[in-house]
Structure formats: C-alpha cells, structure tokens
C-alpha cells in the first residue's frame, strides 16, 4: 500500500479512513487550497455533531520531522521499515516521509486495511527482514500475551500513540522486543520524544528524550507547548458544505491537551488534560490509575481488558469505576477488590461493569464516550 506522496511537490492530499462516513461528501477540493500539504483526520471524533476535524501538515513539516526521527534511529538506506499503519494515519504516512530522507525499504504488513489480527501480523513480519517497527501499545499488548518472540533482524521498534505502561515495557523486553517508547502526536508529524538506542541496553523503563527539531514547555498547570517547523499549518472543522479553518499557534508555540514534565530535554507524559477528574475536592488521574489496574492484571496473568472511568456523582463531583471485558462476574470482582486495595479511599471504584468489549480506535486508543455509553446500557 503506497501513499503515492511527492514529497518535493506542491501538490496537496487528503487521507481519511474510507470508513468514516463524515466524509462521504468531502474533498480536497473543499478545503482551504495549501500548495504541499496534507490533511489528516484527528484520532479524536467528529469536532461537534456531524462535523469533522482535520489537520493541515505540510510536506516540509513532516520532512522535518523524518530527518530528526532518522537521526534518533541512526535509521539510513541499509535499514527497511515494516509498517502496520496506514497513510491516513500519521504513524504510517510519517514513515513514508523517514524513508523518502534515508532511502530505506519500505514494506507494508499485509493486513494493514484489515481487522488487526496478531497472529497474522507476526507471521509477515517474522518474513519481512525489517530492523525498524512502528507499533502502538495495544498491538504490543496482543504480540507479548501470545508470548511471540521479537526477530533477531529487528534492531528497534517504537511504540507511541498511547501510554506504555512499565510491566508491559518489561514484559516485552524480556521477549527481546526492541522496544522504544515514544510520545507524539499528529498536530507535530507524529513524535516528540522518544527513548534513546542506548536504552535497550540497560535495564529498567527508559526516559524519552525530546527530539532535536523541537522545543517543549509546560505552564504552570503542567499543560504541554511545542514550538517546531513540525508543527501543523491549522485546524479545518466542519461539514461538506461549510468549512472553517483555524490556526491555533501562538506566537509559534502550540499549546496541546496533555500534561508532561520536562527535565533537561526529557519529557515524562502525565495525561490529558481532560484525564484528570476531581472526587470529593480532590484531583485524581485516571492515567494514574489505569497504570495500576494494568499492573494488576499483569500479575493475576489474565488476558483481559479493562479501563477507569470515571462517572458524574452528584454528592462527590465524580466517581471512580471499573469497565472490565471478562467472562464472568467473578473475575471481575477479583480485579476489583486488589484494585481497591492498591488506591487511596477517594480513588476507589465503587463499581465494576463487565462490557462485550473496550471500544478503542485504530491506533488504539479507548473511545470513552462509547465506553461510557455501553456501561450507560448495563
């Protein structure tokens, strides 16, 4: 699957999931006319009813991006890249840019416009001969809980879209996965900061250092500013018919919903903004949190997913629960008193939901509001 992109060229693309019914009326033709660039849907849902949110990058931009990305991996023509996403993702399009620089090989898995199947996966990757990997936590999470074993070929795999959580970092080193993690977004042509080589030879969650095309800082609430030639062009909201279009920089800084810590050029995620949530007075991470209901799955060694919500409370503001796809009751009651055993009181889970399933979008990511509406159906 080619993104079919000159990188050198003025011509402009737009690359959404065919599958999103927004854009059945929508083309390139409709927005705001870019010479060289790109447009993208967020990860996020539509902006407001059945308006769509997409974001302007240029060409430049990513090729920014790519060549400090290059630098990070020491990635050059001898390296091939196996890419599990695709170009109306910025964790596959951002590859093409990298090889573009480099001159490496480019193959993509054979699944990639299909339901993620990991065993399928593995098998094309055990054959492609890549040394680099792009993959996002819960692809990770599938390839180690079927115990699959890393190839020698691959010297390193970077796993950002999502908070990598420490026991799986673990997990899967010990499985000799490569594994880099990474923060980034796709308002800044996909990473950040990202954890050194160096790391995969010692023991032990690496610290992500933040890429050289960036600088990064944090206000007095912990809320995250990039400036960078990375960064987007601006934001088109809306409809097929009507179609605004914003630049949200300030002064060239563009100022994200994440909360981070920045200690010389290395950068410690915190959350959203909207993660965290107050109970009783008091603030609560819910990414705090998920990482110990993660833990704990871990070492009861049960594949299951489970995710915190949190639920409007009329007496306490808001209230902590479970949402837990497991096969009975009793397992998810057990995941429930060790969860609340590990929390303070206010932190506690005063429910436990048993769902079908955690809905997440193609990178991964939990979609809460229909997290939130399947329990609201319970």
């Known amino acids: 699957m080619d993104a079919a992109v000159n990188w050198e060229s003025d011509e402009s693309h737009l690359f959404v999931n065919p599958a999103r019914r927004e854009i059945d009326s929508l083309s390139i033709e409709k927005l705001p006319q870019l010479p060289g660039h790109i447009w993208l849907a967020t990860s996020g849902t539509s902006a407001r009813g059945d308006e769509l949110k997409l974001v ?17 991996l020491d990635a050059t023509s001898a390296d091939s890249w196996f890419v599990a996403l695709p170009h109306f993702h910025v964790g596959g399009l951002s590859i093409a840019a990298r090889a573009h620089l480099s001159g490496s090989r480019v193959e993509h898995w054979s699944g990639i416009l299909q339901k ?13 001969n890549c040394s680099l990997l792009s993959l996002v936590p819960t692809q990770l999470w599938d390839l180690v809980n079927l115990q699959k074993r890393a190839p020698a070929f691959l010297r390193a795999a970077v796993v950002g879209g999502g908070a990598l959580h420490a026991d799986l970092y673990r997990r899967s080193r010990d499985l000799g996965w490569p594994v880099l993690p990474s923060y980034g977004l796709t308002e800044c042509c996909s990473q950040v900061a990202t954890a050194v080589l160096d790391s995969l030879r010692a023991n032990g969650s690496p610290r992500l250092q933040i890429l050289s095309h960036l600088d990064a800082r944090t206000d007095e609430n912990g809320r995250l500013s990039l400036r960078s030639e990375s960064l987007l062009t601006g934001f088109a909201i809306g409809t097929a018919d ?36 107050k109970i009783s007075g008091e603030i609560v991470s819910q990414l705090a949190l998920q990482n110990i209901l993660e833990r704990l799955i871990a070492e009861m060694e049960e594949p299951v997913e489970a995710c915190v919500i949190s639920i409007p409370d009329e007496r306490r503001e808001h209230r902590i629960a479970l949402a837990i796809a497991a096969p009975d009751d009793s ?48």
Request: charged letters at 30%.
């Open 56 to 72: 302007a990058l240029s060409k430049k931009a990513f090729l920014a991006s790519a060549a400090s990305v290059n630098q990070h």
């Open 331 to 378: 397992l998810g009651a057990a995941i429930l008193e060790k969860f609340n055993r590990e929390v303070l009181p206010h932190e506690k889970a005063r429910n436990c939901f048993l769902v079908p399933r955690i809905p997440r979008t193609e990178l991964g990511k939990v979609k809460r509001d229909e997290l939130l509406r399947l329990v609201a159906q319970l």
């Open 116 to 128: 993620w199947n990991p065993e399928q996966f593995y098998r094309d990757l055990s054959r492609s």
């Open 242 to 277: 009507r179609v605004r279009f914003t630049d949200p920089k300030i002064d060239g800084w563009f100022r994200t919903d994440d909360l981070a810590e920045i200690c010389d050029r290395h950068l410690s995620f915190r959350g959203r903004g909207d993660d965290l949530v």
